[in-house]
């Protein structure tokens, strides 16, 4: 009873700000309702019982990818001017696509009820059955490699990043104002 | 294992309120009104913690400059901040125009949220834990870094080119530096085998982490102590607000009742990175206690486990505050240099270390099992 008021509560909370966050003018805002998405989405986690999943939504998608977001639209021009939706062909394709997404995720679902009712139903997984699951090199146990693979990539950006920067000259360069 | 008598711990008060309300409700009610009357005295323990620390932070402060801080209201100017809050709760909210104000009104809202929803997970005493997860450490490193988020949008939606310096300074800075607090705590979840806050104060019974440990816990505790201070935007590294560049950063533009949501979540701020120092470093509420030493021991569990508790953080809090009255403001390069240059990887590097030192039983309950073995 008291968790399907808070799974509509979630639910609501994730249906209205998903339709805010794409509908919204202000680019800022945009993110900030996004970012009540992925909260309600880490509750939705809890009320499963599965902390840690809780706590990997929180602090990796609200905390990290959240934050990179705003500070990167901080970074753009004139991050806080309205923006204007000129093309209506545009938003009824998108809306055609996400209703077409949405259809086949619904199909997906529903279909293989059995299976998430399967793992959902599993006690918590303890601290080191999570630990060896992600380090381990056993049969199924890829993380490991794939991470190190990320880290090769970060690796070939900052490489790029230092062949593609410009060597500083001696002289002064003139600053935007002389521009 | 002994059982200490312990007369001042609330372990039977609470045990007795239980009781009562089981007694006369049905359990769902009872769950519900368990949670009302926790969370009412979880928000009461915030405003009265944060209140007692501005007097002390303003006492301390004036000790170091050598002068005298609050003394009219009350004896030595004890209910200043009493007088302060009442003051801040009747001031005008002042709108401003061109702002976003949607965003400007949610902004402090989540700043203090998110150090509620960390302040919710403190072991404050034996039996005086809210939440008690089985990953308690990552929960708290998780909410704590949502505050940011409301800083930023606070200094974009204040529509003022210092708020938003300010803000982008503050981003940076609480981004680099989560990256150390995380590592320097996990070097203790792996000494500890846990992350759940009850065990890893059970397994400090009669040898700290910090001494557990030996050279790679001390390097962790001081790289969480310096990098907590500098999330919490105070003393050497508050650029974010540095009056003298950005009159007050993030929250030049706010005004009453939140500014004060700004004021007391960066206080509950200091108090979380010092609670959270002292549950995982220096033994939380536990007594501090010898092995086979009883009449010691029982003596040491007279005073209550969370006089301990607050004893310990209170301590990390002096710190905190002297490190803030002593030290000139870094400037943002250096500050930045501090963390990616050396911190971070002294932090990766002592993580490894201390993986070594576990794996080959080089900690002290390894070595002396008849000193501090469990």
Known sequence: ?179 | MLIYSQPLELTKLLAAIDNFLQGNLTPGWTVLVKGILVGILILAAYTLIALSLIYIERKVAAFFQARLGPNRLGKYGVIQSLADMIKILIKEVIQINKADKLLFYAAPFFVIVASVLAFGALPFGMNLHALDFNIGVFYLLAVSSLGIIGILLAGWSSNNKYSMIGAMRSGAQFISYELSAGFSLMTIVVLSGSMQFSEIIEGQRYCWNLFNGHLPAMIAFLIYLISGHAETNRGPFDLPEAESELTAGYHTEYSGLQFGFFYLSEYLNMFIVAAVAATVFLGGWMPVQIKGWEAFNQVMWYIPSWAWFFGKAGLLMFFSLWVRWSFPRLRIDLLLNLEWKYLLPINLANLLVMVVIVLSGFTLTDLFPALFGK
């Open chain 1, 1 to 179: 009873m008291t968790e399907q008021i808070i799974f509509y509560l979630l639910a609501i909370v994730v249906t209205v700000f998903s339709i805010l966050a794409v509908t919204s003018k202000r680019i800022v805002r945009s993110a900030t309702y996004l970012l009540f998405v992925l909260l309600a989405t880490a509750g939705l986690y809890m009320l499963l019982g599965y902390y840690f999943l809780f706590a990997v939504q929180v602090s990796v998608y609200a905390g990290g990818i959240m934050v990179l977001f705003i500070m990167a639209i901080f970074l753009t021009h004139k991050p806080g001017n309205n923006v204007s939706i000129k093309q209506g062909w545009r938003v009824r394709l998108s809306l055609l696509l996400s209703v077409a997404g949405l259809l086949l995720c619904g199909e997906i679902i529903l279909n293989n009820t059995i299976g998430i009712v399967r793992f959902a139903g599993k006690e918590e997984p303890t601290m080191q059955q999570i630990g060896t699951a992600m380090l381990g090199t056993g049969k199924q146990q890829y993380l490991l490699s794939f991470e190190m693979m990320s880290i090769l990539l970060l690796a070939c950006i900052v490489g790029a990043i230092l062949i593609a920067r410009k060597t500083k000259t001696e002289k002064n360069e003139p600053n935007e104002t002389e521009l």
